[in-house]
């Protein structure tokens, strides 16, 4: 949608094809982050986006069992913007598709499901969809064709393009506890050994993401419901009136977390960016931000070929993985450096406390094992963290740096000159959290 919206400003006659008929879905993430909402000022639509339902948040802090540390701290941050705003990802890119419906070269098509390329030679030219109301099947041609369908590429695989896979300890359990006025806002982060559990404040319900052993999924289900009631109210005392808001097993998803990279983001006519090049872990939740980077640094590096009327050369599309390789892959470096060396090694503590069953027979599960929990929103004691955590609570600027890295990232991007606009007024119909909440699900 932001390249979309970006060259559909350059002029530039584009179609977006969205195999679904809306965007309400609940497996993105919602952060936007301060690099983005600055692009949102500079694109005119900030006054649009202040007006969406949202919280914000300008303090990343952790839960342990020995209570809470602060490690990332945004008003550090340069520039306007020192917070991420925690937004469902259907109302911003339902902003985004109604900024580029103004422009008269944007189109967007949704039901309409890319199933193939087509190609002249080794060159493509367009795609092939399915029109998911009727079934009928399209072509659309095309001077550029751009792969940005998510870590799933159907585009990605049509090209015959396979990323390279970097482990991941874990998966994610997706699911939703209410709520109340009193609560904790903004982000909850609960750490504790063998429990790992992320909220997401969404005004009268979280959603939450609790990290599961990678291949664990199963055994954790055969167990049943109870036992995973327990865990998270050994993990998250406070949300022991609600547990039962989970009633089965049905309503907890499961995302199969994957960390890959594409090696060469382009061929003749196509170009890969966002997670179809490099998907990424939800540690950090930076995945939406690089995902909009990448389609900025693309809209301005292809925009002037584009417009030009012509073919636009590999050299040039290869210009725009050359600009943003190197900071998916220091981001994607830190990710898995998380994974080896925190979410890893936690998520097996729960192995060690589980070996009296395993000497039984084949159990997947340990009983629930008490978790300390001081006070949660009490400071934890500096020198019952470890070192990095003491560091960062000793010289608190050094907090300005995680706070960078997730808000900003390492190489953020902003609207060249040609799409940038005034800030637009705020339409006059603007959604109420309930109603968001309601739509979603
Ligand atoms: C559990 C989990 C939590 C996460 N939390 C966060 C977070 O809090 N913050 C964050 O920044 N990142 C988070 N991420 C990462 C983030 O979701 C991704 O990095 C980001 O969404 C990538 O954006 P994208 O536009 O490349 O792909 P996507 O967001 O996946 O979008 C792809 C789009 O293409 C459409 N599509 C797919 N196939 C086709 C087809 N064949 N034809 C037409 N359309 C198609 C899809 O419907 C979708 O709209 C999380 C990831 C996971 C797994």
Redesign the pocket.
């Known amino acids: 949608m932001v390249l979309g919206l970006l060259l559909a400003r350059a002029g530039v006659r584009v179609t977006v094809?969205?195999?679904?008929a809306d965007?309400l879905?609940d497996?993105?993430?919602?952060?936007v982050?301060a690099s983005t909402l600055t692009l949102l000022d500079e694109l005119g639509l900030g006054e649009r986006f202040a007006a969406l339902p949202q919280r914000q948040f300008d303090r990343a802090r952790l839960q342990l069992d020995q209570g809470t540390v602060q490690v990332g701290d945004m008003r550090r941050l340069p520039g306007p913007n020192k917070h991420i705003a925690l937004v469902p990802?259907w109302d911003l890119?339902d902003l985004l598709a109604d900024a580029a419906a103004e422009e008269p070269t944007f189109t967007l098509r949704r039901n309409?499901?890319?199933?193939d390329l087509l190609r002249e030679g080794d060159r493509i030219v367009g795609v092939r969809?399915t029109d998911r109301t009727d079934g009928s099947t399209h072509e659309l041609r095309a001077t550029l064709t751009v792969a940005?369908?998510?870590?799933?590429?159907?585009?990605r695989a049509a090209a015959g393009m396979r990323p390279r896979g970097f482990g991941v300890p874990m998966d994610?359990w997706?699911f939703r506890l209410p709520r109340h006025a009193d609560d904790p806002t903004g982000l909850v982060g609960r750490f504790s050994a063998g429990h790992i559990m992320v909220m997401?404040d969404r005004g009268d319900y979280y959603q939450c993401?609790y990290l599961i052993r990678k291949g664990a999924d199963a055994g954790l289900r055969a167990a049943g419901i109870a036992q995973f009631r327990a865990r998270l109210v050994g993990l998250v005392p406070w949300v022991a009136d609600r547990v039962d808001a989970i009633r089965s097993f049905d309503d907890v998803k499961l995302?199969?977390?994957?960390l890959e990279r594409l090696r060469r983001w382009y061929a003749d006519g196509l170009l890969v960016?966002?997670?179809?090049a490099h998907?990424?872990?939800?540690v950090g939740?930076?995945?939406?931000?690089?995902?909009v980077q990448?389609a900025v640094a693309a809209a301005r590096i292809v925009a002037p070929a584009l417009r030009a009327g012509g073919l636009v050369p590999e050299s040039v599309l290869r210009r725009v993985q050359l600009r943003r390789w190197w900071a998916t892959a220091l981001v994607q470096a830190g990710q898995r450096l998380a994974h080896r060396r925190i979410l890893g090694p936690a998520l097996s503590a729960e192995d060690e406390g589980r070996s009296a069953s395993q000497l039984g027979g084949r159990a997947e599960v340990e009983a629930v094992r008490p978790v300390r929990v001081a006070d949660p929103f009490q400071d934890a004691p500096t020198e019952s963290l470890p070192p990095l955590l003491r560091l960062l609570r000793r010289f608190p600027a050094l907090q300005g740096i995680p706070a960078r890295m997730i808000a900003i990232g390492p190489l953020p991007e902003h609207a060249p000159e040609w799409a940038r606009r005034p800030t637009t007024p705020v339409p006059a119909a603007v959604p109420e959290v309930s109603e968001s909440i309601s739509r979603s699900g």
């Open positions: 094809l969205e195999k679904h965007f879905r497996f993105r993430g919602d952060t982050h990802q890119l309409a499901e890319v199933t969809f940005c369908d998510g870590r799933g590429s159907a585009v994610v997706w997401i993401g995302l199969d977390v994957r960016i966002g997670d179809a998907a990424m872990s939800p939740g930076v995945g939406i931000n690089l995902a990448d």
